[in-house]
């Protein structure tokens, strides 16, 4: 199939809203297979405007008299309205969009086309080879799995009796395991019935089980959804805004996330324990689990660097589902199927961490929302596919360009890296009281208000930074000074 | 009376609980007439611990053995508890410390006998006259006043008519005048049977009535009360939490007020209009909505001295009952009869605009934090009493330090100054939206949590300014570099 048989229109002149406190934008609006453009003309600035369409999650037209109003509310959360003049060409755009926007076809996406000037195919692939992880990490035990398939039949596995015992005689004397099953008791005895099933006590000595349930899949997403519309709705009082807050539960799903996370990372750090986390399948809220436990515990993994081995291994190589889980954003009228925000509410539970330990990461706000941008479209292939077998068949590291080395670029570092950063060698406890936890206005406002103060507060703290580099870069150096006459 | 009577013990020894992450503190306990005092030894650091007698909203006690404990609940939201040796010395410290902390004499309050070293008596009682202001706005024209005492016979006062109507005369031509009135209309007819009222429309030809309803008094102080006691409970789940922020209805004060200020500086601002506001007397909810109009709409009341100036005008000068007002915090059993946090609500709305505009308030969270203190118990006589009358009786001006003068000492700024501050010559819209609103953490969690995260970054944040401003100061200048060989 040819993007040109789904292009319906040449060019149109369309006024675009960009949102709150954005000038509008006037020019000629044109399709290609992967972007929306707006050429304003040769004096204007910026001289281009561009849309992956990937990042459309919906879009609704409406016409009157003899042009057309498309709304595009995209996976970032942002909205954009376009005026467009003429009714045919209005209504040519919009299916246009609907139909390129929700292309399946991994090999023929952007990533694969995507050629910037300065990065090589290739690069910042491989600067994270979890060989080096495991050495560094060799006594700290800290595993994920999925549940262990026992069925009805309550079969026993030796090998995984083995595993287990063998962590336990690996570790201090003494040493106890903790399974973390992320699934109600309920649940787990129910996921017998199709073949799961959870770890029988007689079965695993010197392990005990925790449950601690946390909602995946479809309650999670409509979470999403219905925290995005309240957001959204700019008429409501005080009280109706407070009830759909607690209603759509985003935030308790921030605190249970939060504590179990903590639960984990105290077992092995204040009682030397071994942990196992696991949930159904282990590549949705059990990676939430142990990425958070890390970041917690390991200075290390919150570095610029760190951070980006610890998304790297516990999320992508860990085959945590990206493309069915971010297939739709809050805003699609498509019925979630597969979908899931559960790498949003990892980065939220990161904002979190974040905001009450505001040195400690040498990561900001603009990291977290980046990543959130790219998980759900992005010209770089890094969120491609689902898991390594099928980023192989497609051949995702040879054809497309990282993430990490599009984000490595010098341009992009005052956006990414927090200028109040001083390393913490110590675990970082977070509160996960909810008095504590506050919501991620950043983002989940972002499509609502004008950009977030903290963003102002960030640019001005990074001028002044800057300014005291320049000015100590501009003083002689003591070795200098010694040199003169 | 002689405070020597009141006072039932010598001297304890106790140990000090300041709050989650604060060492306890070991010493020998004694009371004063205004402070309870605790002195843990000449090696220890800080060599003592005080209290001022005055900040003490609630006391309970307990014994079990041969120990006791007593639980301060302080007017400034902190919780303090000591654990004291010897039953007796318990009972006794504590009657001391009921009978001392709820004394109403002005004159035999702390502020009387204060005599620090470095500040004079009378400075900075006169640093802000009025007329100064006055001239500086000749052209604004904002007014505030109690309500018209129109009574059941629908008085007129031809004072008042004239006076409005004069306004309008020397204001723009074609200029409208509003009148905000911070009661509900039916409240408003009914203030008429006590001898109040409003203004008759006929009687004010060009002005305009808006109702815009504002809880004060005895809702408010419930309000707080509940909000306070919500956020002490930290076993409590998000649903629970975001369900009691909603049912307190705090934070819908907030909006109601930032909404109201924002319509009074608009009419003004936008519409070229006269705007006169006033509730009842003209001494709560009007002062609310006329300091922030003009926090909205004057660069110069962002600076550190404009805004202490506003509060002396607005409020102090304005008769703001602060001695009724603030006479018990959150924590007393005592039910309220003229208690109210308007102040406090002022603080919050103006920490609002300040977390709106990071940049744009010369003040920080700090200073209205200290604001809040000092009007519920202070050193300082800046907030002693309810009106003009009552501080020339009690000699406050000649006999107490001012405030203002305590808080322009060198060793306070760092705490009270915003690091990011650049003047904006522009009004600063705040949004009244209930998702741009927050809980004020910083102050409502000051009790249960460890020190704010926010403060934590501020300090990084100056300490990055003042390693500038050293790098800059021992930079050779222009002139001494050409004077080089």
């Known amino acids: 199939m040819e993007f040109a ?32 453009l707006l050429s304003p003309g040769p004096q204007a600035t910026p001289d281009l405007w561009l849309l992956l369409l990937r990042n459309v999650d919906s879009i609704e037209k409406r016409v009157a008299g003899d042009s057309g109003t498309i709304t ?82 309550k079969r026993r596995c030796s090998e995984d009796e083995d595993l287990l015992r063998a962590v336990l005689a690996g570790a201090q004397p003494g040493a106890r395991g903790f399974i973390v099953d992320t699934r109600s008791p309920q649940a787990a005895k129910q996921a017998r ?20 349930p946390l909602e995946t899949g479809r ?112 805003f699609s009228h498509a019925r979630p199927k597969h979908e899931a925000p559960t790498f949003l509410l990892f980065l939220d539970c990161v904002w ?20 959130f941008d790219h998980a759900y479209a992005s010209p770089f292939g890094t969120f491609l596919c689902n898991n390594e077998k099928e980023r192989c068949l497609c051949e995702v590291r040879t054809r497309t360009h990282s993430l990490w080395s599009g984000l490595s670029q010098p341009k992009e570092q005052r956006k990414l890296r927090n200028p109040l950063y001083v390393p913490n060698p110590l675990a970082i406890w977070p509160s996960a009281e909810p008095q504590s936890l506050r919501l991620w206005q950043g983002l989940f406002l972002r499509g609502t208000r004008p950009p977030e103060p903290s963003e102002v507060a960030w640019e001005k703290v ?17 070795s200098a000074s010694e040199a003169g006459p």
Chains 1, 2 share one sequence.
């Open 5 to 36: 048989e789904l292009i319906r229109t040449g060019q149109a002149q369309a006024e675009l809203l960009r949102g709150p406190e954005e000038p509008p934008l006037r020019g000629t609006l044109c399709i290609t297979g992967h972007h929306l």
């Open 72 to 153: 595009l509310r995209c996976k970032d959360l942002r909205v954009l309205q376009l005026d467009i003049e003429g009714v045919e060409a209005t209504l040519d755009i919009a299916r246009s969009i609907e139909a390129l926007s929700s292309l399946e076809s991994v090999i023929t996406s952007f990533p694969f086309f995507y050629r910037p000037k300065g990065l090589r195919l290739g690069d910042a692939w491989h600067f994270h080879p979890p060989e080096c992880y495991y050495k560094r990490v060799a006594r700290e035990v800290l595993l994920r799995a999925g549940q262990p398939l026992t069925g009805p039949q």
């Open 193 to 212: 019935m199709t073949g799961g099933g959870t770890e029988a006590k007689a079965a695993y000595p010197g392990w005990k089980r925790l449950h601690r």
């Open 219 to 330: 309650p999670l997403q409509e979470s999403f959804v219905r925290l995005v519309e309240a957001c959204g709705d700019l008429e409501q009082s005080m009280d109706r805004w407070l009830n759909r807050l607690e209603s759509c539960r985003w935030l308790s799903h921030v605190k249970e996330t939060l504590s179990t996370a903590c639960l984990a990372a105290q077992s092995m750090e204040q009682e030397g324990a071994c942990v196992l986390v696991h949930g159904a399948e282990g590549t949705d809220s059990t990676l939430l689990i142990t990425s958070l436990a890390q970041l917690i515990l390991d200075p290390l993994s919150r570095t610029m660097a760190g951070f980006q081995e610890l998304i790297e291994r516990e999320w992508i190589q860990a085959g945590h589902p990206f493309q069915l889980r971010c297939a739709h954003s809050a």
């Open 352 to 371: 979190q961490l974040g905001r009450q330990f505001p040195l400690s990461l040498e990561f900001g706000e603009g990291m977290l929302l980046a990543l």
């Open 462 to 478: 990074w001028q002044i930074v800057t300014d005291q580099e320049k000015t100590e870069g501009s003083q002689p150096t003591d």
